[in-house]
């Protein structure tokens, strides 16, 4: 009995010691050497970490000459102080160019600040992913797991997680079944994730096309991976994406959206003519959508993205491979991100958002250390034009507007 009792405690001890060691390891640099995400207790949740190497360091000049270029750029985008949102532009983590516009919200005339919320709209399905290929990383899950033997009431027995990720399940999408079709869904109650699932395994919706034959980009695949990512953690998706990205990259101004708690609190969004757009019964569907956040806390969760052990090599290659070239062309999709791979060898990567009147573009370039970002609370397609900045760091046969 004594020698049990020994056995526990050094046992509880040795886990004592590891969540430790995994907490303390926030703040230090990739040099460091940390415990491995498959070597965590099943108790402890693998966290992404902070990179906090930013070298080399920029020279003075370089800075001068690109944030006037940036600027020049800026100007002719949004002629009239018109973006109505945040933008940044950092090289090794190095913020270049930076710039508010516009109020938050125009009854209160509230200004848009670099701590003021923003919903970033389908930017938020880059860090579901991550939050999945993290618990992948750690040996929770498994990336060709069929999704039925983690959410048991899921219909559809080829679908895995990895065609969820990259789109290749040929699930419909949730707001065009739940509007379209009569008798699936009354549009006076609001619809939740939950409700998804239930409509699926309930109700005579099929699919969009037989699972992994084609590319369709689909709202349901990341609903349903925010369910994976509860299911597996234990935890709600809001309590598990704090957990693991937000509080250990220190994005304190970046949260999930609880319609209850936040519908009153967050900054609204408006049409191009400047009327408010309301909320509908999509707006408690999340994983999709629905995260809140800054530039700043951006760059962060993009630098611990590009840490070298974000994930192990292995997985790590397999999140830029194309998967959806049925037929030969340059627009792909990864493992939760966007990509375009020209046959001259460039890869530029990124992923796009919109909701409501809710654009961001989110642009991360791993040669060259580079992060790009937009957001804007006032539908503006000029959000997406931030890639054509891209030219002034790499290779990228974008048509440019940096020019005197």
Not at 102 to 129: E, F, R, W, Y
Not at 178 to 191: F, K, M, P, Q, S
Request: with cysteine; glycine share 4%; hydrophobic share 35%.
């Amino acid at each position: 009995m004594t020698t049990q009792m020994n056995y526990f405690k050094k046992a509880n001890i040795l886990q004592i010691l590891v969540l430790s060691l995994v907490l303390n390891s926030c703040g230090k640099s990739e040099t460091d050497s940390d415990i491995k995400d498959s070597e965590l207790p099943e108790n402890v949740l693998p966290r992404m970490r902070p990179l906090t190497n930013e070298e080399p360091k920029l020279s003075e000049s370089y800075v001068t000459s690109t944030r006037q270029k940036i600027a020049h750029f800026y100007n002719k985008n949004w002629p009239g102080k018109s973006a109505n949102g945040a933008f940044l532009v950092a090289k090794n983590g190095q913020i270049i160019f930076e710039k508010y516009d516009g109020l938050a919200n125009l009854s209160k005339k509230d200004s848009i600040t670099p701590t003021t919320p923003l919903h970033i709209a389908s930017v938020s399905k880059v860090l579901t992913a991550a939050a999945v290929l993290k618990l992948v990383n750690a040996n929770r899950l498994k990336l060709d797991q069929k999704v039925n033997t983690i959410l048991k009431e899921f219909p559809f027995p080829e679908v895995t997680v990895r065609m969820l990720l990259n789109h290749r399940s040929g699930l419909r999408n949730y707001a065009y079944f739940t509007d379209r079709d009569d008798g699936v869904w009354d549009r006076h109650n609001r619809l939740t994730n939950q409700d998804i699932l239930t409509l699926l395994a309930t109700k005579d919706i099929g699919l969009e096309s037989r699972t992994n034959t084609r590319f369709a980009y689909c709202n349901t695949n990341y609903a349903m991976l925010a369910l994976i990512i509860e299911k597996i953690t234990k935890k709600s998706y809001k309590a598990a994406m704090t957990e693991m990205i937000f509080k250990p990259l220190g994005m304190k101004d970046t949260f999930v959206f609880d319609y209850e708690k936040d519908k009153d609190r967050i900054v609204p969004s408006y049409k191009a003519n400047r009327v408010e757009i309301g909320k509908d019964y999509l707006d408690e569907v999340y994983g999709d959508k629905n995260i809140y956040s800054t530039v700043r806390d951006l760059l962060k969760f993009d630098r611990a993205r590009s840490r070298k052990d974000f994930l192990e090599p292995a997985l790590a290659k397999q999140v830029h491979v194309g998967y959806s070239n049925e037929r030969e062309g340059e627009k792909n999709y990864g493992l939760g991100i966007r990509m375009i791979n020209w046959k001259t060898g460039q890869n530029f990567y990124f992923h796009n958002g919109w909701w409501h009147g809710n654009t961001s573009s989110y642009i991360t370039l791993p040669k060259e250390q580079v992060t790009i970002i937009a957001l804007s609370n006032k539908m503006n397609k000029s959000t997406y034009n931030v890639k054509k900045i891209a030219p002034l760091f790499g290779d990228y046969p974008f048509e440019t507007d940096t020019d005197e």
